[in-house]
């Protein structure tokens, strides 16, 4: 196994090949996903957009849970911009997280990570005084 830099800062290489063959490459991230910063009961919204020669699988994943709840999180990919997508709807404190990006491909890995902050939305008196319940 071979670690390679990434020109991308932040992403992890792994090669699982020592002689890559002509034309072919490991997976990389052109683009990797921004940090996230939102208020609770918005769309999050994290993009990737990867290289590698074939073309790498992209899955995402979540440090401290999962992200199987098909109705809160859904992974697309927008072929006009070659963007992979993970949305995350109606954010709240429980979606707060570090996301990994994984890019396979059969000569090798990227990973690489963003974070999600949800911020607590105070617009309306009634979630004011459920905040002052809360005490």
Avoid: H
Avoid at 29 to 52: D, H, R
């Amino acid at each position: 196994v071979i670690r390679r830099r990434s020109k991308t800062p932040g992403v992890m290489i792994t090669q699982y090949v020592v002689n890559m063959p002509e034309g072919k490459s490991t997976p990389d991230f052109q683009c990797k996903p921004m940090p996230v910063t939102i208020k609770e009961g918005k769309l999050a919204v994290f993009k990737a957009v990867v290289t590698g020669d074939p073309k790498p699988e992209v899955s995402w994943r979540r440090a401290k849970g999962t992200i199987s709840d098909k109705d809160k999180f859904q992974s697309k990919y927008d072929e006009t911009t070659g963007e992979y997508i993970l949305e995350i709807r109606k954010v709240s404190a429980a979606e707060t997280d570090t996301y990994k990006c994984y890019a396979v491909n059969e000569y090798g890995k990227a990973v690489c990570t963003a974070i999600l902050n949800v911020t607590e939305a105070l617009t309306n008196p009634s979630d004011f005084r459920k905040l002052l319940r809360k005490r």
